[in-house]
């Protein structure tokens, strides 16, 4: 058996949602309704329940200290669960908070019985691992590529990765909004907005009717500017 045989006789889906252990704790919790703009959890309190969303669409907010906030994930019923990450590193607090962007409708279990059920039944417990391991590559692979930049050179760099992906000999329009670029390198999106405005000021970036550009020469500008902030 090679490796890949191996991945595939063990192959599982990259999600883990109410559906998938219903069956163990569907008596155990309770349904819950939020409105849309309450708060589910908060960043730092301790992860006594685990919350697993039946409807509706929620947010997780990472706040810095200076104030300013983005938007990092989602979470519906699809990849819905809140505190798994937690619970399984064995971490007090919730690393976010949780905010609803639509009502949502959860189903909350005290954490430890969530835990125990893991603990004991193999198939969910690698389910989990899978889910873990998959995003914990996702991450590092971002992490990695940006640790050592920051403000302005992490939105170069971020840009420069995009153009070099999608660019077909015209001019590139760049189809993301600030927030999606701050999700994606790890700054605020008030950060994003700055940096943009450095950038067209140097023509390294074209900003027409809110939608932004970047030309072939734009982006060698920004390579050479990469580089030397580099030495």
């Known amino acids: 058996m090679n490796l890949q045989d191996a991945w595939q006789k063990y192959h599982t889906d990259n999600v883990f949602n109410f559906s998938d252990i219903s069956d163990y704790i569907s008596d155990k919790g309770r349904t819950i309704i939020y409105k849309s703009g309450q708060s589910i959890v908060e960043k730092g309190d301790f ?33 819905g669960n809140i505190g798994l990450l937690e619970i399984l590193g064995k971490k007090e607090q919730y690393v976010a908070t949780i905010t609803c962007l639509t009502n949502v409708e959860v ?11 893991l603990m004991n039944h193999l198939p969910l417990l690698r389910k989990c691992t899978f889910l873990l391991a998959d995003d914990l590559y996702n991450r590092s692979g971002n992490d990695g590529i940006y640790y050592y930049y920051t403000g302005i050179d992490r939105i170069r760099l971020f840009l420069m990765n995009y153009f070099e992906q999608h660019y077909s000999h015209y001019d590139l329009p760049i189809e993301m ?19 943009i405005k450095v950038l067209k000021e140097t023509n390294e970036v074209t900003v027409q009717s809110k939608k932004m550009m970047m030309s072939k020469r734009q982006y ?4 050479v500017k990469l580089a030397k902030e580099e030495k």
Request: charged share 25%; net charge neutral.
């Open 220 to 223: 060698e500008k920004m390579k």
């Open 47 to 79: 992860p006594l329940y685990i919350y697993f969303i039946i409807d509706g669409i929620a947010i997780g907010k990472r706040h810095y200290e200076d104030g300013n906030e983005y938007n990092y994930f989602q979470v519906d019923k699809q990849n």
């Open 107 to 117: 189903f909350r279990i005290e954490s430890a019985i969530v835990y125990d059920i």
């Open 177 to 195: 909004s600030y927030e999606k670029i701050a999700n994606q390198i790890g700054v605020s999106v008030r950060t994003v907005g700055r940096s």
